[in-house]
């Protein structure tokens, strides 16, 4: 008696010390700071994560990192429709700024705790320290058992199981005595599918042609909307001018038909008038460069361009000259077809000159200077 007296007067400060202290937050045992959790020691540091929902989680709950026990929740507010999780970390735990923060159970019937882990959708970012807030879309959690059971319950029971067996009656039932069809179906199907997958480049490229149009559409969506409402305007005007196309292609009708009859008329003289300037285009090919050397001297006349980069060197000209002045020359030349024609020839000849030759060697001086006897002869 004495004993239990003495070990209840011991205790009873530290009951009432205990209620004290926590009288304005108690909400069972699990709101006080228990002794020997992880996550006080030297170096830790305080962390929040936004949860959509916390299901049985409490005050003192393990937070995990890949199994490992790395820290323990310390305060659950209500924040709005979702929960704020204050957790205490050890000071060796080294996480991304951008961490996740899952709701997990370490066993069937175990207990709840917070899994952090790096992000899995995008590359890590920065580093996880003392006033760190994982935010609502960072935080989720995973299946629970009630959750769990009562998939697996309609899977069961309202889930199909039930009729897997008429399923595979009707399926006997449909394929009975077709077996070979069945066989030759299912042949037919692994060559389609051999060769569709042969094909997967093209697909993927017809697709990426395709995507590349549907982008060029978009960027020329300003255009395209533009057109679209234009286009009735432009219907509303070939709607108003549907009697003058009409009326323009009865004409162009009728013209069709007056150059048809023309032309079955004037077939015959067309085909000859075709014959006959043949010889002529005969003739044009027959002329070769002679043509178009006669055509580039008309095109820069009177200097020839053909000859021209000939004669000009540097502030010099080049220039040689055959000056014929013989009387048989000047009659050739400017009195071939008049009433003097020949007149100037016949009297070189008197002189002593032979056309084609040079002068006589008997006249012994310049035929142009020397007396001309009516009697001396050619």
């Known amino acids: 008696m004495i004993r239990r007296h003495r070990l209840l007067a011991a205790t009873l400060p530290l009951v009432v010390a205990i209620g004290v202290a926590s009288c304005s937050d108690w909400r069972g045992p699990n709101s006080l700071a228990l002794p020997g959790t992880v996550g006080k020691g030297p170096g830790s540091f305080t962390i929040q994560a936004q949860m959509p929902n916390i299901d049985n989680i409490q005050r003192n709950s393990r937070v995990r990192v890949g199994d490992v026990n790395v820290g323990t929740v310390t305060d659950i507010e209500l924040q709005g429709w979702n929960a704020l999780v204050t957790m205490s970390i050890d000071g060796g735990v080294q996480l991304p700024a951008n961490a996740t923060a899952k709701m997990g159970q370490t066993s069937l019937l175990g207990s709840k705790h917070i899994e952090l882990a790096p992000p899995t959708d995008a590359p890590s970012e920065g580093q996880l320290h003392g006033g760190s807030l994982i935010p609502l879309t960072s935080g989720s959690a995973f299946p629970t058992t009630e959750q769990t059971l009562a998939a697996l319950s309609m899977l069961l029971n309202g889930g199909g199981i039930g009729q897997i067996q008429e399923i595979t009656q009707t399926l006997s039932a449909a394929f009975a005595g077709r077996e070979s069809e069945l066989r030759d179906l299912i042949t037919q199907l692994d060559t389609f599918i051999g060769q569709v997958n042969d094909q997967t480049d093209d697909i993927i490229a017809a697709t990426d042609s395709l995507n590349h149009l549907v982008e060029q559409f978009a960027a020329q969506k300003p255009v395209v909307d533009k057109a679209i409402a234009t286009i ?17 292609f ?23 008038e075709l014959k006959d300037i043949g010889p002529v285009l005969q003739s044009l090919a027959d002329s070769g460069p002679a043509l178009t050397r006669s055509l580039d001297f008309f095109a820069t006349f009177p200097f020839p361009k ?3 980069d000939k004669w000009i060197r540097g502030d010099q000209a080049n220039l040689t000259a055959i000056i014929d002045l013989t009387l048989s020359r000047l009659d050739s030349s400017f009195f071939t077809g008049t009433r003097w024609e020949g007149n100037l020839t016949e009297l070189e000849m008197q002189w002593g000159r032979t056309i084609g030759q040079l002068p006589s060697p008997y006249t012994r001086s310049n035929p142009l200077t020397a007396p001309y006897h009516f009697d001396q002869g050619p």
């Not at 009708?253 to 150059?259: E, H, M, R």
């Open 232 to 248: 009735p305007n432009a219907l509303d005007v070939l709607r108003k001018e549907r009697d003058t196309f009409a009326d323009a």
């Open 250 to 272: 009865d004409r162009f009708g009728k013209f069709s038909a007056l150059a048809a009859d023309s032309t079955i008329r004037t077939k015959d003289s067309l085909v000859q």
């Open 306 to 308: 053909s000859t021209l």
